[in-house]
């Protein structure tokens, strides 16, 4: 596989409920030996990472959730190739908590594991667990601090910081892990994308158009060249997948059909308040419809519903915008992965080869 060719993530389904609120029966569980089994199956298929949600407590239809480090580790000790992206909330975890447990995966699990820095939008979690909910750039702020800190206690000794948040003195992680794991972010407001364009190795955003995500990438790209940093972009999609566009079409519909109006609006409501608190008022879901709401990261704007052919169109043309990896959420998870890895990635490979093979003909 080339270097340069399109990555390919699923949303671990940690968190029962699967990824859309919605009545419609889904095939996919929470649990761990269905994650196992998945996790397995998408290595199989082709993709290079799996991506765990963090959720302290229940709401908009996801009643129960496993721990994210946890979980991510169980599925690195089943699988050989699979990245485990572990979701990780500044705030209830403290770097050096996290920096130790990562460095100690890290090690059991030939350095397969990476870190999801979130920010939150939750603030009925942090509530309940008794935690401050800082405004909103400030809780970018504070995530930069984590990031910064957990690089410097990965690589140097006698780390020493002194910031608004965290302050280390002379601290020395032993052993510190073989290869620093990648650290994504995930966002879409100013703040998100410009604390990608300082700190983290992968920026993560809601799902979009083609032209939503390429306004953003240009965006990233450019500031973080000012910044004299490289950052990747990772783009949520919720993948429908089927024989035709017709039967593709009426999953979605009947998705949308069988949400459930009441989580779906409360869902709505809390995250749309925790953007509107940043400066700009504009969060990740500032424009989101109620369709779009009904899953949980406008993953039905990104438009991977349909045929493997019309999927991997699309998927290439994101790619022609510089997206470097697709995040995917499916309904019946073991199944339609495994449908990708069959139906749709050998197309993006095809194409991805047309195209090289065409630029270097040029
Ligand atoms: C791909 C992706 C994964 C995310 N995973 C989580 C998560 O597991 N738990 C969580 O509380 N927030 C998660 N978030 C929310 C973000 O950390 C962030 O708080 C939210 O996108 C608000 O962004 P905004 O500042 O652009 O409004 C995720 C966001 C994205 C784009």
């Known amino acids: 596989m080339s270097q340069n060719n399109i990555k390919f993530a699923y949303w671990v389904p940690n968190v029962s409920g699967g990824l859309v ?27 290079e990472y799996a991506l765990s949600q963090i959720r302290f407590t229940a709401g908009y239809g996801a009643e129960f959730q496993h ?23 500044p705030g209830p975890w403290h770097p050096a908590v996290l920096a130790k447990q990562i460095s100690t995966i890290s090690e059991l699990t030939n350095g397969r594991i990476a870190v999801n820095i979130v920010s939150g939008w939750f603030r ?19 995530s930069e601090e984590f990031i910064d800190v957990l690089r410097g206690i990965w690589t140097r000794d006698d780390f020493t910081y002194k910031g608004d948040f965290y302050r280390f003195h002379n601290y020395s992680l032993k052993p ?17 994308r410009d604390m990608a364009s300082r700190a983290s190795d992968w920026y993560f955003t809601n ?42 079409r009426a999953v979605l519909a009947e998705i949308i059909a069988k949400a459930d109006p009441e989580a779906v609006n409360a869902f709505g409501h809390e995250v749309k308040q925790a953007g509107k608190a940043s400066p ?7 424009k989101s419809t109620f369709e779009d709401l009904v899953q949980y990261n406008d993953g039905f704007k990104t438009n991977l519903i349909g045929t493997p052919q019309q999927i991997a169109e699309r998927i290439v043309a994101l790619k022609d915008v510089g997206v470097d990896l697709i995040l995917s959420g499916f309904l019946h998870f073991q199944e339609e992965v495994a449908y990708f890895g069959e139906k749709v990635l050998p197309l993006v490979r095809e194409l991805e080869a047309q195209r090289a093979a065409a630029k270097a003909a040029a």
């Open 176 to 192: 510190k892990p073989a290869q620093v794991p990648e650290i994504f972010q995930g966002g879409s407001s100013r703040a998100a």
């Open 280 to 286: 700009e008022g504009e969060g990740n879901w500032a």
């Open 21 to 47: 609120v919605s009545k419609i029966e889904q095939r996919t569980s929470w649990d761990i030996d269905y994650n196992r089994k998945l996790a397995q199956i998408a290595e199989n298929a082709g993709f």
């Open 67 to 89: 721990e994210s480090v946890a979980i991510s580790h169980a599925l690195l000790a089943s699988t050989e190739k699979l990245r485990v992206i572990a979701a990780i909330l």
């Open 124 to 142: 009925g979690e942090f509530t309940a667990i008794g935690e401050p909910w800082l405004e909103h750039d400030e809780r970018y702020r504070r």
């Open 207 to 248: 799902g979009n158009t083609v032209e939503g995500i390429k306004a953003q990438v240009d965006d990233i790209r450019a500031k973080a060249a000012a910044n004299n940093h490289q950052v990747k972009v990772g783009v949520n999609a919720f993948i429908i997948a089927r024989d035709t566009e017709e039967e593709a």
